[in-house]
Structure formats: C-alpha cells, structure tokens
C-alpha cells in the first residue's frame, strides 16, 4: 500500500498519490478545510459582480459562502448564513438596492456583514431588545484577497499573508508583463470566458496541467505551435508548479494580431508559461493575453472549470479585436477540451485496485511529482494534530 513516505521520496523513486484521496468522499470533505482551507483558495472572479452594491452566493464544496462588493467596491466574504437561525441568506447573485435581508424572519444586513435590523426582535413592533447588541451579531466573515481579478480565501484565517503567497510569481512574471502589467489586465465582453465540467477529482486537473508531457497525442493542434520539444519545467517554490515554452507562437497559426504587454521582451515574444498555483488555480502568461482557471470541486469526481481570458488594455476589449479574441478563446476551448477524457479516464482507473498510485518519468513528471508532494505534506499534517 502506497504511504505519504512513499509520496515524498525523490522523484525517480517516488510513487502517486493512493486512489482513496480521488473516490473516498469523506476525504474529499476533509480536504475542503485541511487541505484547501489551510492556504489560500480561489473562490471566483471579480468580473461576476460587476457593479457596485452586488452580491453572489458560492458554493465552496458543501459551505455556503457568498461574495458581496460594497458600495465602495471592496469585495468581502462571508458565511451565507443569518446570524439569527443560520438561514441561507443568498440564493442567487443580485444587485443590492437596500440591504441584504434574510427570507426567514427578515434581519436585515449592510455590505460589509453589519447586522443592521431586527424587526420584532422585542415584541410585535419592538425592533430592539434589551442586552441584545447588533454589532455583535454580524456575519462571520472568511478572510479573503484580491488577486488579478481573483477573489482567494483562507479559510482556517492562519495562511501567510497573500502577498507573501503569490510574491514568487509575481517577481518571475514581472520580468513578463513588467511590474504595472496585471494592472493593465482585462476580461472582454466578449471571447473571455468558459465552463467546463469534468468528472473527475480536483486534483487530477492540476495535476494534468503541471506536466506538458501528454502534449503530442492528447493536444495534437497545440503541438504543431507549441511542441513538447519546446517545453521545460518550472517548480517555483512550495506552492506553485508547471510548465514553459520557448515557441508558443499561436498568432502566426491563427492569425491573431492582439496588444501585446508593453515590456514583454523583445526576443521572448514566443515564450509562455502555465502555473498550478495550488490548491485549485491554473494560470498561464502569454505576450499578448492571461488567462486564469478556478477549479471548483463540486464532488469527489465532479469538478468545474471556469476560465478566464484577460488582454491586455482597454482597447483589446473593443469591437476591432473581438474576431482575433474569438479565435484566441476558440483555441484555448479546444486545447482544455482535450483534456477531459484523459482526467476523466485517469478518475475512472482510481477505482482499480491494480493501481497504487502509479510512478512517474523523472524527467518530465517534476511537477506533477511536486503536487503530489504538496497533498502528501497536507495529509500528514493532519496526521500530526
């Protein structure tokens, strides 16, 4: 039987994560609060609540949360429950006219989780009671970051703090974009975004993004423009792995022509790069576009993928581009279609008991291996508490 010490050994000798943390659904209960709770998990997108005064329920793997932007566009998260009788507040996302009010005995709350009415509280037309203070009884907020127009939370709240999370990526692909290039990001009306589902673990996601090793026979198109001999691996630190190319050069392919970012490097306007940032993102830089994938882990072997498509500037928004964004989503559509019957056959093999964990190249597995790694330092923490 496959241990975490089996997980954890080099590379060349190291053997896969075991089936049961794929196909047992109590591990993947576990796993919401000790695995992804104990960092920094993404949530959803900035652009779903797009005015002021907004607010969307989520579903983070059984716990209701939602996501409310205030008047003064800061987003804040908190548990979608009324602090009077645990009702769910929210059941669909909605522009907020007054305040937030709760369907059952209509408590009502302001944007910022601030119990603000209690109607009948005291009695028929008694809106107070006596030692009953509101300011204690708001809603339990999550601890939460923005991030290129991502909304992450922490939920055990003892994470390191976001910016130390992310720094390494941003220093590696500032040398990219520049240091003012994520402030120069933005989602399209049109050609920049798509949901897939996948019957297969969150994980099995991830970890088939880390590697480029599958490119020629399940991405035969991305290999004519992207070849894997073109590709190299990245492990940036603990948190974050993936993979390079020295020649992404879909434009030429495809013809599209779109604003590239300003201080992209002249003699690396092929290079790309694509990072599982764990426990559920994936991201990939590109000169002329960024793109982000939220994994949403609804069951032990249902995941849905939302992705975003941002480009670079206002005016890559505009009508004069939005063929050459169609085509840039159209590709991307393709490519992570692919995908699908390799995770959801990896899923369906997790049942067989003639697979352990499996092993990996030693060449190019380094980051699915680094994964792996990652879940097994996870599940051995909660071993020792």
Known sequence: MTT?????????TAAGMPNAVYTDETLFKLERDEVLGKTWAALGFTSDLPTNGFAKPVDFMG????????????YKVFHNVCS?????LLTEETEVEGMVRCPYHS??????????????????????????????????????HVWAGMVFINLSGDAQPFAEHIEPLIQRWSE??????WDNLHIAPTGSQMQLEVNCNWKLAIENYCEAYHLPWVHPSLNTYSPLDQHYNLIINDDMS????YNYNLSDVAGTRLPRFPSWPQDRLRHAEYVSLYPNVMLGMQADHFFAIILEPRKKDVTVENLRLFYV??????????ACRHSQLEAWKVVFGEDIFAVEGMQAGRQSPGFTGGVFSPVLDGPTHHFHGWVADKYAAINND
């Open 4 to 12: 975490l010490d089996d997980v954890r050994k080099p590379l060349a």
């Open 84 to 88: 009077h009788r645990g009702m769910i």
């Open 63 to 74: 716990l209701p949360l939602a996501i409310m932007r205030n008047r003064d566009g800061e």
């Open 107 to 144: 408590w009502t709350y302001d944007l910022n989780g601030n119990l603000k009415g209690t109607p009948h509280i005291g009695g028929v037309g008694v809106h107070k009671a006596e030692g009953f203070v509101c300011e204690k009884h708001g809603l339990r907020e999550v601890r939460s």
């Open 313 to 322: 500037g206002e005016e890559a928004c505009g009508d004069e581009y939005a």
């Open 176 to 181: 990219f974009c520049g240091k003012d290039g």
């Open 242 to 245: 993936g993979q390079g190319s």
